[in-house]
């Protein structure tokens, strides 16, 4: 499976800033997708992130908020913006190829004092 | 829509004996995909094991198998002689036989394996 590094792997944050994650692939991928983990609970879907054009958004979030860049077919980014406390999880970016399941990254605790 | 359902919030486990957790789901699809993610407290998500709708034999990997009831639509996950490593949330997830590839989490079982 594609080795997937995420990064930064955590961070420290203060309310109304912005935080970009990086997520690179040790190969080209189809699919790439964020997902973010708040405290105890499963894992929400953010967004596609589609190579070449504008990310697709689940219900719930939209772009002003969580903008996502997917320049090439290893590498996307999601940025967090004008955070609050509310926005403390784990991110976590997957990628999958066709019929094949997700692997993830290692994720990236945030937390918004 | 799809659901994951997982009715067990928690389970306990003796070290080297075997436990089971559930899961169901909804779906009016015909061909989906099924799994079984592992998260430990390192906050990795690891795939356990994997079900295609369309194959009727359960899948296994070492000492995990599944127990895939297509009618029923359920899907349980059984771990044999537990480790303390086994200690983990479990999530189970479904993929539609669409183009989207998008999971569709439960919302996990703690399990933890005692010595």
């Known amino acids: 499976s594609a080795v997937i590094s995420q990064k930064p792997s955590r961070d420290i944050c203060q309310r109304g800033t912005s935080l970009t994650i990086q997520c690179q692939v040790d190969?080209?991928?189809?699919?790439m997708f964020w997902y973010r983990q708040q405290p105890g609970q499963s894992l929400t879907l953010i967004a596609t992130a589609n190579q070449g054009s504008e990310a697709t958004y689940e219900s719930g979030f939209v772009i002003d908020k969580f903008p996502i860049s997917r320049p090439n077919l290893t590498f996307s980014t999601l940025t967090v913006s004008n955070m609050s406390p509310e926005d403390s999880s784990i991110y976590l970016c997957s990628v999958s190829g066709s019929n094949q399941p997700q692997h993830f990254g290692d994720g990236t605790r945030l937390s918004i004092l | 829509a799809q659901t994951v359902t997982q009715s067990q919030p928690e389970m306990s486990v003796q070290e080297a004996e075997t436990v089971t957790l559930s899961c169901t789901y909804d779906?009016?699809?015909?061909?989906?995909?099924l799994f079984w993610y592992k998260q430990p407290p390192s906050r990795q998500m690891i795939l356990v094991i994997r079900q295609e709708a369309y194959k009727q034999q359960n899948a296994t990997e070492n000492r995990f198998s599944v127990n895939f009831q297509k009618a029923a639509k359920s899907f349980s996950l059984k771990i044999s002689d537990s480790q303390l490593g086994d200690t983990a949330m479990y999530f189970c997830a479904f993929i539609g036989g669409g183009s989207n590839y998008k999971l569709t989490f439960g919302k996990g079982t703690l399990l933890t394996v005692n010595p």
């Open positions: 190969s080209q991928v189809t699919m």
């Open positions: 779906t009016s699809e015909n061909n989906y995909y």
